[in-house]
């Protein structure tokens, strides 16, 4: 029953040019409805970037290495197609485990593995950026053995790949509410954010104690400070405002994802990336997140490729 | 089917025949609905109507038609919900977006809403017959000039209504209307060094970082007197939200049938809600815990 919310269209995959206007209009011209759905875009209907970009000015070892890309990424994904940003809710660790008589925290661990295989894939063919959503505000709820499990399994494993991520040029960015997180915790998000700010091969934003609602409200919270300041005017608010105090401004060339996975054949946000998903291309998939592999991955970016994306407008 | 006949007689200003069949489809459709009221039923449906310019496409006739033979689909649907037990219905009419379609394409969509609106709020139209409150939901200052008084007209016209609620999103994007009530609540927070109450209706807010919280942002929404949907239903197989009623949405359960909107029939209702019926249990657990986080 569910297989038939995935889409299998046979539609082409199309590129849209939008021009958008990303600052306010202000002054006595008055803004029209073109000007207001411009707006409303911001920044998710660029161009698809086109991968790789090559121009004269590239230098040989990065032409190299995009060569050894090509030849890496499989044969029914188009590199033009792909998707810029992918977002993922890795659902369905503790059913996995149950399913197999083991407890949650294997199922977590089992998760962790995945998600490292899916991060190694997304840099080999070229995504330039990966947002997971690890951990939400909701789950805190959950009981407190788990919880301090995941806690700790979330340290050891920025511990142990740091070394990682400063190899294979990941940098790293954690968004969500990091002051329930437990101290240790906290210091360590700090460091490795810090170490790896000047990576460049792929983004990687990792949501921990998240939620979309609480995002927006702060995002709030910090616009109306500047409106208190003095800075900003309440009437000339505008989406890109709003875009921009969003933590998922740590990668401000697409903050928007193009394309969202969830796993474990559930049909929904759950406070996810509220925002951000305006236009985002929906994935979902019955598989649980440990067994989620390369197989299924290239499924949902030839699932993506094959969508025609249209933001509203017509495509003759 | 034949309900449809009925509409379409009730909208050109006859009373349908006394008709046994209809008699006997009504009386069947209120067995099946009592049935599948067995189970939880939503109380909040919302539907992306997608499709309509295909259908006209693969028809092989003129563009507004799959519009029109939309909003009969649209009647319909609702006379479903509502018999159903369904009291909030929301559609995606008209995006903010949309404006960037071609002009005529724009007009023409803004003189079928006018002729459509004023159809609803006629003697013996589907609204007089259930009774249902109308909402437009979105930036109505958008909205050509004769639209956007039909529409205050009949948000004021069934304003008192108690039955079920349509609510429509016209010149509407979520974000849009997330932004409105960003603006809506620092404008009000300012004021709040002036003398306003603050949120716990105490003495004068003096550090407002303090004060915007998530339910201030929810009562300055368009949707903040209605529930969040218990099911969006986006037709023609699309896998995406477009922008639509993103922070409402966030527990909903989406669905995305493959029938294009003039297609979407009974049936096809049916269907989501047993789908939703099956999955209501875990969903429920997620609210309540979503809840108890808030």
């Known amino acids: 029953m569910l297989s038939s919310l995935h889409l299998n269209s046979p539609l082409n995959y199309a590129t849209l040019n939008c021009s958008s206007t990303l600052l306010p209009l202000r002054g006595s011209r008055r803004r029209t409805r073109r000007d207001v759905a411009n707006e409303s875009l911001g920044s998710t209907a660029r161009p698809a970037r086109r991968y790789p970009s090559l121009s004269a000015s590239l230098a040989p070892a990065r032409e190299e290495e995009e060569r050894k890309e090509k030849a890496l990424l499989p044969p029914s994904l188009r590199p033009e197609s792909l998707p810029r940003h992918v977002a993922v809710i890795m659902d369905g660790n503790s059913r996995w485990a149950k399913a197999r008589g083991l407890p949650s925290s294997a199922g977590h661990e089992a998760g962790y593995r995945t998600l490292k295989k899916m991060v190694e894939l997304s840099g080999q063919w070229g995504i330039r950026a990966l947002t997971v959503f690890a951990f939400s505000s909701e789950n805190w709820t959950r009981p407190k053995m788990e919880v301090d499990f995941l806690m700790t399994l979330f340290e050891n494993v920025l511990k142990e790949s740091l070394g990682e991520f400063l190899r294979e040029g990941i940098r790293v960015c954690i968004i969500g509410d990091s002051s329930e997180l437990p101290p240790s915790l906290q210091k360590l998000v700090k460091e490795v954010v810090d170490k790896t700010k000047n990576n460049t091969q792929i983004d990687v934003i990792v949501a921990i104690s998240y939620s979309g609602r609480k995002e927006i409200t702060q995002a709030c919270q910090n616009i109306a400070r500047k409106v208190k300041d003095g800075l900003l005017e309440p009437e000339d608010i505008t989406e890109s405002h709003i875009t921009e105090e969003l933590e998922t401004n740590c990668i401000p060339e697409f903050p928007n994802p193009d394309l969202l996975i969830r796993t474990s054949g559930e049909l929904r946000l759950s406070n996810f990336l509220l925002w951000q998903s305006a236009y985002t291309e929906l994935f979902f998939t019955n598989t649980y997140w440990p067994d989620f592999g390369e197989a299924d991955y290239i499924e949902a970016l030839t699932s993506f490729q094959n969508r025609q994306r249209r933001f509203g407008q017509r495509i003759n | ?294």
């Open chain 2, 1 to 294: 089917m034949l309900a449809l006949i009925d509409l379409e007689m009730e909208k050109h200003g006859r009373k349908p025949e006394p008709n046994i069949f209809g008699s006997v489809w009504r009386f069947l459709r209120r067995c099946l609905f009592l049935v599948l009221a067995l189970g939880p039923m939503p109380n909040h449906i919302a539907f992306i109507m997608d499709g309509n310019r295909r259908y006209a496409k693969r028809r092989n006739v003129k563009e507004g038609t799959g519009h029109g033979v939309g909003f009969t689909t649209l009647t319909s649907v609702c006379q479903y919900c509502f018999e159903m037990g369904v009291k909030y219905v929301t559609v995606y009419a008209f995006s903010i977006d949309n404006f960037k379609r071609k002009p005529e394409e724009v007009q023409s969509l803004m003189d079928l809403m006018k002729e459509k609106i004023d159809e609803l709020l006629e003697e013996e139209s589907i609204v007089q017959k259930y009774g249902f409150r109308i909402n437009f939901w979105g930036s109505l200052d958008l909205l050509s000039e004769p639209v956007r008084l039909a529409a205050e007209k009949a948000m004021a016209h069934t304003a008192s209504n108690t039955g079920p609620v349509l609510s429509v999103c016209v010149a509407y994007t979520s974000t849009n209307e997330i932004m409105r009530a960003i603006k809506k609540s620092c404008a009000r927070k300012r004021l709040g060094t002036r003398g306003y109450a603050n949120c716990d209706g105490e003495s004068v807010c003096e550090d407002i970082d303090g004060c915007v919280t998530v339910a201030d942002l929810e009562e300055n929404l368009d949707t903040a007197d209605c529930p969040d949907p218990d099911i969006v239903i986006r037709t023609s197989g699309e896998t995406r939200l477009s922008n639509f009623l993103l922070w409402q949405t966030s527990l909903s359960h989406l669905q995305n049938p493959n029938p294009l909107w003039p297609e979407f029939s009974l049936r096809n209702l049916i269907w989501a809600i047993l789908e939703y019926q099956k999955i209501y249990p875990y969903l429920e657990a997620r609210r309540r815990l979503a809840k108890k986080e808030n």
